[in-house]
């Protein structure tokens, strides 16, 4: 989220597409009522289903899964030809001026340079026209026909409203309407919130979705001030958390990346790393990554990184490809490319595509260690349950250890929630008979691994024997000792400018500008520094006053960045310094400085008349109309339709579907096609369940105890299917035998002139744990993902269903 | 006011006695509805901040245990609600959170170790030592087999691809950062998390 909880009360219009924020976050969700009772903001649903949050909303519109591209941009060309845009905003906090290269270009569906073989691009053009200084060129006239609004204005041309509504079956009347609800938020003074999830994410086109909305918010003037902003209302207690510290294949503590087989020495790797500014003046925050990158080596080797051996660069695994996601790793375990995994509080036979894949993929494994708190079906994936799991453990060789872990309560230490608090929490209990937590765990096996290294020698043993360790419990480091060292050090007295020591060695940093790069700071996790200071533990704090109400509350934990909870928050000023909206201003210039409610998102003293961005990351110092070569499927978003949809992409049949998504030559024979299986399936959470863990809680297995689908009832009538009766679901990959539920909920769109029904598969059910046994969704996804993130496309598939008897008790 | 709810109990029950309620003759009942209530429960346990361990609206919880922390004393989580001072949640708590008790103390939480040994059609219980041993050896064996140090270019590259491992999405923020250090340490690529799903 750029903005925070509490702050969606000071939208004007909510817009929650892509996500179910009543029955998924529901306690967030009251502030989004707080909105409506309080701001009288209007709420707008666009959604598959008539959902929850859809029946509180002041308008619902229905869209086919996976077109919301389709959508989105057709509001832009609404915005556009409306003249509906924030235009000063636009102006000077967008690239929107910037002249783009000659050689770019889109036609029938496909951006400059696609290489088919490849399925990617060579990005070249994708760039902006440079002068001889290498600034971008710059037309704030908008005369120019390659500046970027220009081009914008082409590109979505194609999205007229009736093409939209052939596309994503939403009657024009009400697509119209949600076009003038947002176009109201034009207004300097009036914002719009985007409250989305996994109904974005899980596509094969899922961050241009939400680089689309992005795009619309810009356009409006709505990021960075109070009641705006982009707001992924992210799925897991510290997912947030684990995605900061880089936990992902490709990723390092801060948004650092691992280098890549192409980066040979640390140089190299700065290169493309340190973005020198784009425009005359431009804060260019990357400028920094050095600082970040030396403080994280030292941080991790400690005396072991040093200057003579660039900071142990070498020791870093590098990269020979985009990065080893999770569809990857179940591709090299179905070709025995992978012997060894562990799964931490992760249940991945469940919750990733194709389970039937799945199941055979961990069976080539020589072992599997599961660490969790609970009995999860991944740990048992080698029994048989039935058709459920259907499994021959006498022909598996895998060996598989199932590791008891501690739970929420049972810890101390931080997450880090949607809104980037890092809030603390404290232990209540002693864990069940032998339960460890996974610091312990993680603990035991590292010392055995280094005792082995140091004993018996083996693989590059330098990284393991030189990774520093100075905890004062070896075998069960402390979590705020941790927590100390992500903050970072002083590892020499740091001086100011003037020579006056501000840090003495050895004392902890206030924050992430006293970082160096001579390697006399250490920060394990650069954007965290601030969290645990000489001060003592600040994402403890427990003050939540609020000024003026307005959803800040800024001694409440701990917000990442120095603590700032609105992210791009210069932007809620006008480029003179006074508040957009004056009612609700966040942070303004007094004459000699930025000052207001929040941490600036700024140099606190640069003067407005030295006209440096608002999105200092960005090396122009503007948000992106344009992305450059930021995403793998083009600068500007495209509808491509699902990989398995029932309709011919309208705009372009020859390109289909996204031309950069990776897919796996076995994942692609598993596509069915519409004759076969004519129904858009798309998949879910219940209010009453949290993934596949509460199956395991009494009181939600009493509360939905068991597999279902939900279909419409012009369906159920077309196949003779009765309310509470049982169907036999299958796709390309595999069968689920539930009941169904017949509801009003779903009804029929209207594609392009032709009735496509939506079938809705929640997907809480396995075969451990307390409710009745069930298959489970992935039974039925098909293995692709995100041409950028590898995310699943769990929300758009095809499927068939027929009425079905019993399954014999 | 330090007020019981027995307390409480009696003096709701003068209060009735003087409103329309006690001048229709129900003024005893107070006093015969406070015999019979036992001590609030909570005000023997010991009371304990934390999150939510579901979603990312992060809303504060209060934990309550039996025991009072002294040593040899175990503490019993018997109850759980919502933090009215949390700025967030305000002191409510969805469907999920409501039964987080029963996450806490669900049948199926897993208490010892254990291991399935190749071929096998069970688990067997075995100890720590057995099992963070077993785990090292046989990840030590696949590095040694499996790790490149070289590209075929000949650039440095210390990878290691042949095992992998998925991180928890609700462990805590300092957990990740001890199981990132670990994992690269050894030169892992297959790493992930739960981002995604």
């Not at chain 1, 029955?23 to 903001?41: D, L, R, S, T």
């Not at chain 1, 425009?279 to 050095?290: A, L």
Request: hydrophobic share 40%.
């Amino acid at each position: 989220m750029t903005n925070t909880w509490q702050d969606i009360k000071n939208a004007n219009v909510v817009v929650v597409m892509g996500g179910n924020a009543a029955e998924a976050h529901p306690c967030g969700f009251k502030w989004v009522i707080e909105a409506k009772i309080e701001n009288h903001a209007k709420l707008v649903v666009v959604d598959p289903r008539f959902t929850r949050t859809a029946s509180v909303a002041d308008l619902y519109a229905p869209i086919r899964p996976g077109t919301d591209i389709a959508f989105l941009s057709g509001l832009i060309r609404y915005l556009l030809e409306k003249d509906a845009i924030q235009h000063e905003y636009v102006r000077a906090y967008t690239n929107a001026s910037l002249i783009v290269q000659e050689g770019f270009g889109f036609e029938d569906g496909l951006f400059t340079g696609y290489k088919a073989d490849a399925r990617a691009y060579d990005k070249s053009t994708w760039d902006y026209e440079l002068d001889e200084a290498g600034f971008a060129r710059i037309d704030d006239t908008w005369q120019h026909p390659r500046c970027v609004i220009n081009l914008l204005r082409k590109h979505v041309d194609r999205y007229t409203p009736e093409t939209v509504s052939r596309i994503c079956g939403t009657p024009r009347d009400k697509y119209l309407q949600v076009c003038d609800l947002f176009a109201t938020t034009a207004a300097p003074d009036k914002a719009l919130t985007s409250l989305f999830a996994l109904g974005w994410t899980q596509h094969s086109i899922g961050a241009q979705n939400i680089r689309t909305m992005a795009m619309v918010q810009l356009l409006l003037g709505n990021i960075g001030v109070a009641g705006g902003g982009m707001n992924a209302l992210r799925g897991h207690s510290n997912i947030q958390g684990l995605t900061d510290v880089g936990l992902l294949s490709a990723q390092m503590p801060g948004y650092l990346t691992l280098p890549k087989d192409s980066e040979p020495g640390f140089e190299d790797y700065m290169r493309t790393r340190q973005f020198k500014p784009l425009r005359p003046g431009q804060t260019s925050y990357w400028q920094n990554y050095r600082k970040f990158m030396v403080s994280f080596q030292k941080a991790i080797y400690g005396d072991a990184a040093r200057a003579d051996n660039d900071w142990a660069y070498d020791w870093l695994p590098k990269l020979d490809n985009d990065g080893y996601d999770i569809i990857r790793a179940f591709e090299m375990m179905t070709n025995g490319q992978m012997n060894g995994y562990i799964c931490q509080g992760f249940n991945p036979l469940q919750a990733f595509p194709d389970k039937g894949k799945n199941r055979k993929a961990l069976g080539k494994l020589k072992f599997l260690v599961v660490m969790d708190p609970l009995d999860t079906e991944t740990s048992r994936f080698w029994e048989n349950f039935g058709p459920q799991n259907p499994s021959d453990p006498a022909s598996i060789q895998t060996e598989v250890f199932q590791l008891p872990t501690t739970c929420f309560a049972e810890e101390n230490g931080s997450l880090v929630n949607s809104a980037r608090w890092l809030q603390w929490h404290w232990k209540a209990a002693d864990a069940p008979d032998q339960a460890q937590s996974d610091i312990w765990i993680m603990s035991g096996i590292f010392h055995r691994m280094r005792e082995m290294y140091r004993k018996d020698g083996g693989a590059f043993p330098d990284p393991i024997l030189n990774l520093a360790w100075n905890y004062t419990d070896p075998t069960n480091p402390d979590p705020e000792e941790l927590a100390k060292d992500m903050n970072g050090r002083a590892l020499a007295d740091i001086k100011d400018a003037t020579g006056a020591v501000t840090l003495r060695a050895g004392q902890l940093l206030d924050g992430f500008a006293q970082l160096r790069d001579d390697g006399t700071t250490s920060s394990g996790c650069w954007i965290f520094s601030g969290c645990y200071t000489e001060k003592g533990n600040q994402m403890a704090r427990r003050d939540a006053t609020d000024p003026r109400e307005q959803g800040i509350a800024p001694n409440w934990a701990w917000s990442w960045p120095a603590n700032r909870r609105i992210l791009y928050n210069r932007a809620s000023a006008d480029p003179a310094g006074h508040a957009w909206n004056p009612q609700k201003p966040i942070i303004e210039w007094n004459g000699t400085r930025w000052a207001g409610i929040d941490v600036p998102d700024y140099t606190p003293t640069t003067k407005p008349s030295d006209a440096v961005g608002p999105f200092i990351m960005n090396a122009e110092g503007v948000g992106r109309l344009f992305a450059r070569d930021q995403l793998a499927e083009g600068p500007f978003p495209e509808h491509y339709e699902p990989f398995e949809s029932p309709v011919p992409n309208l705009l372009h049949p020859k390109v289909q579907s996204n031309p950069a998504a990776r897919v796996f030559a076995d994942d692609r024979a598993a596509f069915g096609t519409a004759p076969d299986f004519p129904y858009v399936a798309t998949t879910y959470r219940l209010t009453e369940h949290f993934h596949f863990w509460t199956k395991h809680a009494l009181i939600n297995a009493i509360l939905q105890p068991e597999e279902f689908i939900e279909i419409g009832e012009v369906l159920a009538k077309e196949k003779g299917i009765d309310q509470g009766g049982w169907v036999r679901l299958t796709s390309k990959r595999g069968v689920v035998v539930c009941k169904a539920y017949v509801t009003k909920r779903i009804r029929p769109l209207m594609v392009d002139g032709r009735p496509t029904h939506v079938i809705g598969v929640p997907l809480h059910w396995g075969f451990t744990g307390q409710a009745r046994k069930g298959y489970g969704a992935n039974t039925l996804t098909p293995a692709v993902g995100d041409a950028n993130t590898q995310t699943p496309e769990f929300k758009a598939f095809l499927v068939n269903v027929e009425r079905t008897s019993p399954p014999v008790a | 006011m330090d007020l019981t709810r027995r307390g409480f109990i009696k003096l709701s029950g003068a209060g009735l006695a003087a409103s329309s309620l006690g001048a229709l003759g129900f003024g005893f009942a107070g006093d015969a509805l406070a015999a019979s209530v036992r001590p609030f429960k909570l005000s023997a346990t010991s009371e304990t901040r934390n999150t939510c361990t579901y979603c990312s609206v992060a809303c504060g919880i209060l934990i309550y245990s039996l025991g009072d922390r002294a040593k040899n004393a175990r503490s019993d989580i018997i109850h759980i609600e919502g933090d009215p001072d949390h700025p967030v949640n305000r002191g409510t708590l969805c469907p999920k959170g409501s039964a987080l008790l029963d996450i806490v103390h669900a049948p199926t939480r897993l208490k010892v170790p254990k291991y399935r040994a190749p071929g096998s059609s069970e688990f067997k219980p075995v100890s720590w030592d057995f099992a963070l041993d077993r785990i090292a050896t046989l990840m030590k064996q696949d590095r040694d087999a499996n790790f490149i140090a070289r590209n075929a270019a000949g650039t440095t590259v210390n990878r290691w691809t042949s095992t992998g491992m998925l991180a928890a999405s609700a462990a805590s923020t300092e957990t990740a950062y001890l199981t990132w250090k670990v994992a690269r340490a050894f030169g892992m690529l297959v790493f992930d998390n739960q981002a995604r799903v």
